[in-house]
């Protein structure tokens, strides 16, 4: 009965580590991809490129034309901190973006080489023994 | 084990390979495999990196990477346990299943069978119906649920289930259904068992649960189920969106609003809330149409208690997780905090409207803020922050749209702010009701594992539907689900106090009778004996009306053995009679013996509302929340009514009095329902006194033909009308006083004065030829016992008085009235 049921484990497993698995695993990378680019705010940030910083200007009704400058210089800074900031955080996504996916390439080559390890490890190991 | 056909329409296939999964799951989820494989894992990993530093024998280098082959081949299960078998999807909806076996097709429920429960049914199939119900009792959902309902499997042991197999998982397939599930679970078997074995149903009713606790009961287990399992990785629900570090980099700062505000996003993104479990779906998705436009407000109006607050978080946790409308996703939710907006403010005039404005000026320069103002009344309605105009400052800005905001408000004040368009216009309004019994009790079974924590008890499922019961009967004027969380956390704090370790009906019980001042349990002996004899009881205050008082004592009796109907006032009287004869003390010590205090009486002379117009002295006018009768009536309910000459009241104010009466309930002038399903409403009335005096004095026998002939007159003359006689429990007669009850309630008062002497440490001694003689003087058929009060008070506490300031009397002394002390 344990036999049968340790059989059934191992054909279960194989069939789910091959044939199931992938699935999932698209489904759970999309799903950090998502997280990612939720928690690196880029659709806000792209939406936003060139709004001032925190929203951060000034105006000046009436006044000078020395002073309405100054205000137009002052918002030009604003918005420059901000595009700084969001580029940042543009390439940091960037960055993070090209790590996931090396891992993720990395991540399935081991996926499917790891259920033959153990068998691999046991003849490997034998040639410790014969020599 | 094969498969097994139980009729033509539900099968369990044995052979389906969730049974397989299911053994499966047993083994590799068990604590000892897990903790063994999780030792042999690192050891290997360790191991194996050791030996290969440090270059040993090949041997031990063999050994090293066997170990790390076993090590690998315990990952690869635990990733299959993890991945696949924890997250586990049959691929058939249960719901489906439903239908289909609603249509009268076989259906095989197998595939939907969580594995506990697959494993519990393939393990005792064959078995009789008993020993599977057993086994279900001894499963850790099971357990949970009796030990909650005070029951444990004993009870049913010995039963014999009078159900069939089918039915019972037919039921059970329908409880899953109904809760939207994956799987039929445990509990579910266990709700098939109950709900269609009567035998079981009888048990649990002996522990005063229907089958409606019972589905609660359930509920309760799956909720607490669901928040100990592990959250999926691979159910997008786990994954939440918060818009990141970035959201406010494009929102102005926010000094003052944080200053004078609390941002609730960051409190519920801070988890420091506990939800709970019941959701006000419905109500979350009216805010969201009401605040649908960029510049439209909201105003929740719900009396105090029914969770606008609580609502306004659980609005919060959605705009925080984006899952709301796109212009509200990723808003900041600010609650004005009035206090602070207050607070030091008093010695400068204008500081709180600055302090308004800048904080207004900030949520429209940072754009993505929600304002919420609790008790928003406070600025509107004037008084509410003395002399400081905040509505001239919030309006503009409410006009102007560049905000939005969130008010919540009680009914009355709505009322008061509603009555100015100007302001009622600017919003979209939102009722709040009391959450319903389902829904409190939810909340309640919720928040119990809180309570038993801090308190170190246990609370069944009867105490909190008992908590629910005594908060809806004793406390009618405080709100759902509020009034039932401090109800049961008072009990809980009392039941620490008392040292018990179980919250029982009882203790529940006691701590509302110690809250109202109501005996609410079960009257114990003392109280008992004083109901028993509460003619007596009433006789140590009333001379005479044996029959008057035997009617009223039989009705209260009645009520507090819990034979009243709920939906009437516990008892209706109209007393008839000449002055003086004891209408009113009766009424006095009614309140006393039934509410515990003559404090707990309302005495509204009806001769004041003479006048229709005089109805708004009674139900409230637009200037007054509540009236006369109302107001009182809503904050303590537990009262007896004294409606003294009620004859005198204008026929439609008597109309009014025919709903309460009959219904125990009106309407106020804020459209609120008035509850005087606790109160006992007495009426006294002098009409007839002649008619009584006249019968009296000639035959001296109250019976039951007098009593038709006195109701003929009263009807005859059009003092009252026939609808309106009929609604009392009883038209009671007050018989003229004797000349020997005249002496007995000479003797009442007397009594009454050597009391208060006695505390003063004089005696009084009042000879019987002094009482007599008193007694000859008081006696007046048109008067009654009040011109025996006056005779009383001329002679004899005149005679005291003057003993007491002339000769300087001591403790230890006395004075003694005889007839020669009576003068004129």
Known sequence: MEGMLAKSLILSLLK??????????????????????????????????FSPWKKVTSYKHNNSLEERVRALEDNAVSRLVGVVMRSAILILAA??????????????????????????????SLGFIIS | MNESTTTKQIIINFKDPIFALAKINKKLGSPRFKSISNIIIIVGIIFFALINILKLSDFLMFFAINLLAISTFLINLKLYFDLKIKNYVPKIEISVLAEKQSLGNQIDISPVLNFEAALLLKTNWGNTLESIFLKIC???????????????????????IDASIEEILKRALESAAKNNQRFIYISDLFWGFASSSKIIQDTFYKAEL???????????????MARTEAKSLLDPENWTSTGGIAKDWSSGYTIYLDQFGKDLTSMVSGGWLNFSVVSRENLTREMETALSKQHSHLIMVGEAGVGKRALVLEFARKVLHGKTLDHLNFKRIIEIDTGLLVAGAHDNEGEIETRLQLILNDAVKAGNVIIFIDNIHSIFIKDGYGTANLSQILIPYL??????????????????????SNISSLFNKLEVPETDKNQTLKILQDLSFKFEYKYKIAITYQGLNETYNLAKKYIPYEFFPAKAIDLLEEAAIFCQNKRSNYLTPELLKEVVSNKTSIPVSEANDDEKNVLLHLEQFLHERIVGQDKAIKTVASALRRARAGLKNDNRPVASFLFLGPTGVGKTETCKALAKAYFGSERNMLRLDMSEYQEVSAIHKLLGSDQEAGGYLTKPIREKPFTLILLDEVEKAHPDILNLFLQVLDDGRITDNLERTIDFTHAIIIATSNAGSELIRE?????????????????????????????????????????????????????????????QLDEKGIALKVT????????????????????MRRVVQDKL????????????????DSITFDVEDIKG
């Open chain 1, 16 to 49: 789910w580590w091959y044939f199931e698995s992938p699935k999932q695993f698209l489904t759970l990378a999309k799903m950090i991809a998502r997280k990612i680019m939720d928690s690196l705010s880029i659709s806000i940030i792209l939406r936003t490129f």
């Open chain 1, 95 to 124: 960055l993070f973006i090209v790590f996931y996916i090396v891992t993720l390439m990395l991540g399935s080559i081991i996926w499917i080489i790891f259920p033959t390890l153990p068998i691999a490890l046991a003849f490997y």
């Open chain 2, 138 to 160: 001894q499963t850790r959902e099971a357990s949970f649920i009796l030990y909650k309902a005070g029951l444990s499997t004993q009870y049913f042991s010995g039963l014999k």
């Open chain 2, 210 to 224: 229907d089958t409606k606790d019972l589905e609660n009961l359930i509920f309760w287990e799956k909720t607490l």
């Open chain 2, 399 to 420: 006009e102007s749209g560049r905000l939005q905001l969130i008010g919540a408000t009680n009914l009355e004040s709505w009322h008061k702010i509603s009555a100015n």
């Open chain 2, 695 to 755: 019968h009296f004095m000639s035959s001296n026998a109250d019976t039951h033909e007098f009593g038709k002939i006195l109701i003929d007159k009263l009807l005859k003359d059009g003092i009252f009308k026939p609808e309106f006689l009929n609604r009392f429990d009883g038209v009671i007669t007050f018989t003229p006083l004797s000349k020997e009850e005249i002496n007995a309630v000479a003797r009442l008062l007397i009594k009454g004065i050597a009391r």
């Open chain 2, 768 to 787: 019987d030829g002094a009482i007599n003689k008193l007694s000859e003087l008081g006696f007046d058929p048109a008067f009654g016992a009040r011109q």
């Open chain 2, 797 to 812: 506490e005149d005679f005291i008085a003057e003993k007491i300031l002339g000769e300087s009397l001591e403790r230890g």
